[in-house]
């Protein structure tokens, strides 16, 4: 106290005023800046929810549209028996757009189907041989299957024997929802 009492009162001013900043900048640190900082975190989280919600209220409005085109498809991707079953339909399906497309299937091997989420996979891997206008048509056929089958991979060789006659390696898959 006697250091203050010896100050003259313009030194004491400053003295008070530089305390009064100290002081200031103090209560900043500790309280105010720790208090902005968490209104900026909120209003940005507020902003995220915003969009979230927006779009989440943009989606309930397209829900009768989205279900009408479900209910539309939902017959070709939902399951209707078991895997072995399912695996027959398919290996019938390719079988008749073979025939259908004059493709000569050597041979046909199912792989166990692949759960993933909330669907299962369902692959064929054959082996066939054809004139190129007829696997490009069995191609075709596949991709236009009501089945909604797909060729996966496809790798094309020509027959050593023949002539105009190519051999063709294919994984087919086919996607069904539990």
């Known amino acids: 106290m006697m250091f203050f009492e ?32 968490k209104i900026k975190r909120i209003n940005r989280e507020i902003e995220i929810s915003e969009k979230q919600l927006s ?22 991707v939902k399951r209707s028996g078991s895997d072995e079953e399912e695996v027959a339909r398919i290996l019938g399906e390719i079988e008749v757009l073979a025939r259908k497309s004059s493709v000569y299937l050597v041979d046909t091997k199912p792989q166990t189907p ?19 206008r007829s696997i490009i048509k069995f191609l075709y056929e596949l991709n236009v299957s009501p089945q909604l089958l797909r060729a996966e991979k496809v790798r094309l060789s020509i027959k050593a024997k023949k002539r105009g006659v190519i051999k063709v390696s294919m994984l087919i898959t086919k996607v069904l929802i539990f």
């Open 55 to 76: 779009m989440n209220l943009r989606n309930i409005k397209q829900k009768d549209i989205i279900e009408q085109k479900y209910e539309k498809y939902v017959d070709y």
């Open 114 to 132: 692949k759960r993933v989420d909330f669907y299962k996979q369902y692959m064929v891997e054959i082996e066939g041989e054809g004139e190129m």
């Open 6 to 37: 010896k100050l003259s009162k313009k030194e004491k001013i400053g003295l008070l005023i530089a305390f009064g900043f100290l002081a200031a900048a103090f209560l900043d640190r500790l309280i105010v800046a720790p208090i902005r900082n």
